[in-house]
């Protein structure tokens, strides 16, 4: 039986940002967060050097280099292993949440971090391409696991006005660490041709700062109160990020949450896809997780340097050209992150996948015509720079923060592990086709990635509630009534309904479904 205390009700309380919840907040995001960003960009400006050690180990291996088809693929596989790494780490998150908690979890992985930069650190000493690999493997399992339990960290210790502000604090620091490899990737630093395995193992840094600090924060409350059942830890834990006037309200809404679920354990993947009561929950981050990454973001992350040059940027300029991309990365994603409480979530997700196929076409229109009209190879830049911004102002960040905003307690582990993995998969898919779709269709391989994003902001204005400002119980609710009208739609007007009983998760009970006697039905 849960333990609970008696408090008083109280209004409802807009909580201020203190402190702590901005600590955990950068720390989390710096550690962790950054560094996928990081390895994003990383492998992208020393190319080059890395083919030529393939290409150099392998003769001196075999006595025979590498064709340029065999040497593509060695090269492809470097940049998309680190997908399937992420992969992996998206399908043990949940278990990993429920036996160490959402801090434990942070902290406990950091040890992924420190053997992956080993590896990469001293390949070239060892001759050895397969510990870069590996290395790239390895860091991808620790974002895989990143991606997914930051924003769940976060999104349980905000309170609900400051959710959506802490929960894009991740896509800040995603872009901080697209922009920190292209500049520590020019030639004045780490870009020359000896440093290239350091510039891969530099993310040791900011793991070593997470790990020296983040354990002096407490877990989140939520994890400690519904899943530990530890009322005075949670208590703590609530006086560490809140003002006091804001904990009595809160320990009575998780409370309630706790009550919903008293019969209900966390579920695992397959009883969530069996689960007919969040069914519209699971579709939906189904699209938003996989749009996020066939919107081919990561194409332009990959292959940054291949698109300016295809565009006509002059070799020695492609370098500062990229690294100004990122200060863009930096700039939309503080833009989402301080308008997010006003304008909301769909509005950012909307504008951002709209913005983003809009530039997708553009970029196939510039690269197409710029034979003929040399100021086109600008309007490709400006494309790009337009997509790039599209996808840190909202697409970033968001489709993490829905997720966990879009399920409660029992059921946020397993979808985080269907959004992560799906994601991943279509990361890993884009990282390791887009090189053969590029010379097959040439500029025309953008029109894919612009029609997936136009589809995903359809599917965002009519199916995704907007969730500023609500609770989790609220938002279960909330998605329950959507599905009673888009399943009674016209069959029944909306205004004639009233929602009577609710089951455990908020999913509707069709036998309780009731008709205001003084209305007609049409």
């Known amino acids: 039986m849960a333990e609970e205390i008696l408090i008083p009700p109280s209004g409802k309380i807009t909580s201020q940002l203190t402190g702590s919840l901005l600590a955990v907040a950068f720390l989390t995001s710096f550690g962790s967060s950054m560094l996928y960003g990081y390895n994003l960009a990383v492998v992208n400006s020393p190319a080059v050097y890395i083919k030529a050690f393939y290409n150099k180990t392998v003769l001196t291996r075999k006595g025979t280099g590498l064709s340029d088809k ?40 950091t040890v992924l971090v420190f053997i992956a930069g080993s590896l990469m650190g001293f390949s070239r000493i060892c001759n050895s391409p397969e510990m870069v690999i590996f290395g790239r493997f390895i860091t991808g399992i620790h974002s895989g696991v990143s991606l997914s339990v930051v924003p769940m960290y976060l999104g349980e210790i905000a309170p609900k006005n400051l959710r959506g502000f802490l929960g894009l604090v991740p896509s800040i620091f995603i872009g901080t660490g697209v922009f920190l490899a292209q500049i520590l990737g020019l030639t004045e630093l780490l870009g020359k041709e000896e440093h290239w395995p350091l510039f891969l193992s530099v993310v040791v840094i900011p793991t070593f700062i997470q790990l020296m600090l983040l354990p002096w924060f407490p877990e989140s409350p ?15 834990a609530l006086k560490w990020y809140r003002a006091k006037c804001d904990i009595q309200a809160e320990i009575e809404e998780m409370q309630e949450e706790q009550r919903s679920l008293s019969s209900v354990e966390t579920l695992s993947v397959w ?4 689960d007919n009561t969040v069914r519209w929950q699971v579709l939906s981050v189904v699209v938003i997780n996989m749009g996020m990454q066939l919107s081919g973001i990561d ?29 863009i990365e930096i700039i939309a994603g503080l833009i989402g992150c301080f308008t997010i409480e006003r304008l909301g979530r769909k509005p950012l997700m909307i504008g951002g996948f709209t913005a983003m196929g809009i530039c997708g076409a553009g970029i196939t229109l510039a690269l197409y015509l710029q034979t003929h009209l040399s100021f086109m190879r600008y309007i490709s830049v400006c494309c790009v720079v337009g997509i790039i911004a599209g996808f840190c102002i909202g697409p970033a960040g968001v489709p993490f923060l829905i997720t966990a905003e879009l399920f409660k307690q029992s059921h946020r582990p397993a979808a985080y592990i269907v959004g992560g993995s799906l994601n991943w998969l279509s990361n890993f898919t884009v990282g390791f086709v887009f090189p053969f779709m590029q010379k097959s269709a040439g500029s025309y ?5 612009a029609a997936v994003c136009l589809s995903v902001a359809v599917y965002v204005y009519i199916v995704i509630p907007e969730t500023k400002n609500k609770t989790f119980m609220e938002i279960s609710q909330m998605f329950s009534k959507n599905e009673v009208v888009l399943e009674n739609q016209g069959l029944v007007h909306v205004d004639h309904l009233k929602l009577k009983k609710m089951n455990g998760y908020g999913g509707i009970d069709h036998r309780s479904l009731e008709f205001d006697s003084s209305s007609s039905v049409p």
């Open 70 to 109: 065999d040497l593509t693929v060695m090269y492809s596989l470097t940049v998309s292993v680190f997908a399937i790494g992420g992969l992996l780490g998206s399908l043990v998150v949940g278990m990993l949440v429920t036996r160490f908690g959402r801090k434990g979890t942070v902290v406990n992985t």
């Open 222 to 236: 939520r994890y400690l109160l519904i899943e530990k059942n530890n009322v005075h830890a949670t208590i703590t």
């Open 271 to 274: 009883r969530l896809l069996l």
């Open 299 to 327: 194409a332009i992350w990959f292959y940054t340097n291949d698109i300016f040059e295809n565009a006509g940027i002059p070799d020695p300029e492609i370098q500062y050209t990229t690294a100004g991309t990122g200060v």
């Open 445 to 449: 391989c953008y029109l894919v990635f």
